[in-house]
């Protein structure tokens, strides 16, 4: 079994960073794509950030050429560099992760998510 732990996120004032990280343990054959998604209050979760094994990067409109993600394979990580931060990035924060299993096919796995607050 696989789990995905989130962490850094907390209160932040609008314009401030943040950086979150998720960690990939358990028993992991190989991860593909690993991803940032948001849920604030009364909206649907959507797609902030995502990366592939190879590195190609997709970022949606709203947080392209604020937020940065990256991966540490050797570590099974991924991260969120999250700066110029405005109050409708408020949110609960979760990541993904599309575990490789031989001979069958991808699962995909999330953690259990980082609030994020961007507040004065």
């Known amino acids: 079994q696989v789990h995905l732990v989130e962490s850094g996120g907390g209160l932040v004032q609008p314009g401030g960073s943040l950086r979150l990280s998720c960690a990939a343990s358990g028993s992991i054959f190989s991860i593909d794509s690993m991803g940032w998604y948001r849920q604030a209050p009364g909206k649907q979760r959507e797609l902030v950030a995502a990366?592939?094994?190879?590195?190609?990067?997709y970022y949606s409109d709203s947080v392209k050429g604020r937020f940065t993600i990256s991966r540490d394979n050797a570590k099974n990580t991924v991260y969120l560099q999250m700066n110029s931060l405005k109050p409708e990035d408020t949110a609960v924060y979760y990541c993904n992760a599309d575990l490789a299993r031989p001979l069958r096919p991808p699962l995909l796995t999330w953690g259990q998510g980082t609030q994020v607050t961007v507040s004065s």
């Open positions: 990366i592939t094994s190879g590195g190609s990067t």
